[in-house]
């Protein structure tokens, strides 16, 4: 049994690939991994699919990479399957839909992948191949986070916060959240900026909350961009404005809104109607109430 692959590295020479079984480590290099690929050994057949997706010690094929994955996913290897998942779930890869990722991820989750665990516990969250279930994703997501996937800390901390699945605790929630964000998790740090404004598990504390906002926004994350802008508005109306505007570029449709009642009154930016209708128009198309109201009164 593979439980990883891993690509060694000294200087510019790839060394070849690490299993790992019952045995102890084995280290094999590309033409030994083609040689078991030859053999349909289905560690054999992911390790050279992994190496033609990723160009390790090959030449990158990913068409042909894929093939040998999902040849791997119908000889049973669990851990091509995770791959897989991972892979589509990163937008990297649309051979297969949402009903069959949630379908790899709940099979692969039974032999204690943590990716695996973590998409499978989504699938039960949003009802996708398996029934709606909040008690089994808290149960897969804590497997999950257990084995330091802070993505599926994030997710079991939403589980608390809302009572879903599991006995409602926000403190809990708050400390999960955190916790992830300073594992690295993006989502994460969105949220805990939240907890912190709207004294979520805690006490409200605006210093904190646009801390963990920034962090968010400058690690990519839009929506933590558009929140850090509402914190900023008072103080500083000229760069709440550009972080609205990054965040409307982005694609945050509340943020579009926001850009256009900036340049209705005039806040951050100087007054302009005609750039106030172009917002509020991509606002709601993008169905935000208030700038279809808004839209309807300037048009009157």
Not at 155 to 176: C, F, H, I, Q, W
Not at 235 to 253: K, M, N, Q, W
């Amino acid at each position: 049994k593979v439980l990883y692959l891993m690509l060694r590295w000294t200087c510019m020479e790839q060394q070849g690939f690490i299993f790992e079984g019952s045995d102890g480590k084995v280290e094999l290099n590309i033409d030994q991994v083609q040689e078991m690929a030859a053999r349909n050994d289905p560690d054999g057949v992911y390790a050279l699919a992994m190496a033609y997706i990723f160009g390790w010690d090959i030449d990158m094929d990913e068409a042909k990479g894929f093939e040998l994955l999902n040849k791997a996913i119908d000889m049973g290897n669990t851990d091509a399957m995770a791959l897989m998942v991972r892979l589509y779930m990163q937008d990297e890869y649309d051979g297969i839909d949402n009903e069959r990722a949630a379908e790899l991820a709940v099979t692969a989750a039974k032999d204690g992948i943590p990716d695996a665990q973590m998409y499978a516990g989504l699938a039960y969250m949003d009802g996708v191949y398996v029934e709606q279930d909040y008690s089994k994703a808290a149960k897969l997501l804590s497997l999950a986070a257990n084995q330091g996937e802070q993505e599926a800390r994030t997710s079991l901390a939403y589980l608390y916060e809302n009572g879903l699945g599991v006995v409602r605790d926000e403190t809990k929630a708050l400390k999960m959240y955190r916790t992830a964000a300073r594992g690295g998790s993006i989502n994460a740090m969105y949220h805990t900026g939240v907890c912190y404004e709207f004294g979520v598990g805690t006490k409200v504390n605006l210093d904190l909350a646009k801390e963990w906002y920034l962090k968010g926004s400058q690690a990519g994350d839009a929506f933590a961009t558009e929140r850090l802008g509402h914190l900023t508005l008072e103080e500083d109306p000229s760069d709440a404005f550009e972080l609205f505007l990054r965040a409307a570029l982005e694609g945050v449709p509340t943020a579009m809104g926001t850009v256009g009642f900036c340049y209705l009154s005039g806040t951050g930016t100087e007054a302009d109607r005609d750039e106030a209708r172009k917002w509020l128009r991509m606002a709601a198309d993008n169905d935000v109430p208030e700038a279809v109201d808004a839209l309807r009164s300037l048009e009157q």
